[in-house]
T-cell receptor, first 110, second 112 residues
Framework: RKEVEQDPGPFNVPEGATVAFNCTYS??????FFWYRQDCRKEPKLLMS???SGNEDGRFTAQLNRASQYISLLIRDSKLSDSATYLC???????????FGGGTRLMVKP | NAGVTQTPKFQVLKTGQSMTLQCAQD?????MYWYRQDPGMGLRLIYY???????DKGEVPNGYNVSRLNKREFSLRLESAAPSQTSVYFC???????????FGPGTRLTVT
């Protein structure tokens, strides 16, 4: 089993839609959780950290479910500019390092 | 602040040639990393440096060496390039190995 698993997609949604991604992780001792965004041919950029109580940043909401070992990202009122690959990131086993999931591709259509 | 910078942006090598990829950060971070990203493979850690003076292997270290020159700079060297090393290379830095990482713009390397 991979340490961090994501549905690769693509998720094709119309502008204005709400879309949710899930990510599962294998290390029950993980303490750090993040969502990154990566545009085509660009570097990954931190979108938001994920806290135990859940957190919101504008149209983006992240949730953590420790019991089931998954993280979610909800995007409301999707914009064309949200089209990107979203990477789930968790601190894993070796040296408490961050492990990146393979990413979920989102395409927002007009 | 420039954040994390990488040079060069693009490079084409012939098989067997060597080169060094440079990375520098101005955020006073302790930890630095080198990743490669290939289509369908996601980000894979090559080497990392948890703090100045230390380096450790990641998931795919074969064919690479690194040097943590000082707190700011972390270089990646390919001694004898192979076509399998054609990839996009990203450098990143963070306060600690379990904190969020900040990435440079990447180096696109092609080995023919």
């Amino acid at each position: 089993r991979k340490e961090v698993e994501q549905d690769p997609g693509p998720f094709n949604v119309p502008e204005g839609a709400t879309v949710a991604f899930n990510c599962t992780y294998s290390n029950s001792a993980s303490q750090s959780f993040f969502w990154y965004r990566q545009d085509c041919r660009k570097e990954p950029k931190l979108l938001m950290s994920v806290y135990s109580s859940g957190n919101e940043d504008g149209r983006f909401t992240a949730q953590l479910n420790r019991a089931s070992q998954y993280i979610s990202l909800l995007i409301r009122d999707s914009k064309l500019s949200d089209s990107a690959t979203y990477l789930c990131v968790v601190n894993g086993n070796a040296g408490n390092m961050l492990t990146f999931g393979g990413g979920t591709r989102l395409m927002v259509k007009p | 602040n420039a954040g994390v910078t990488q040079t060069p942006k693009f490079q084409v090598l012939k098989t067997g040639q060597s080169m060094t990829l440079q990375c520098a950060q101005d955020m006073n971070h302790n930890s630095m990393y080198w990743y490669r990203q290939d289509p369908g493979m996601g980000l894979r850690l090559i080497y990392y440096s948890a703090s100045e003076g230390t380096t450790d292997k990641g998931e795919v270290p074969n064919g690479y060496n690194v040097s943590r020159l000082n707190k700011r700079e972390f270089s990646l060297r390919l001694e004898s390039a192979a076509p399998s090393q054609t990839s996009v290379y990203f450098c990143a830095s963070s306060d600690s190995t379990y904190y969020e990482q900040y990435f440079g713009p990447g180096t696109r390397l092609t080995v023919t």
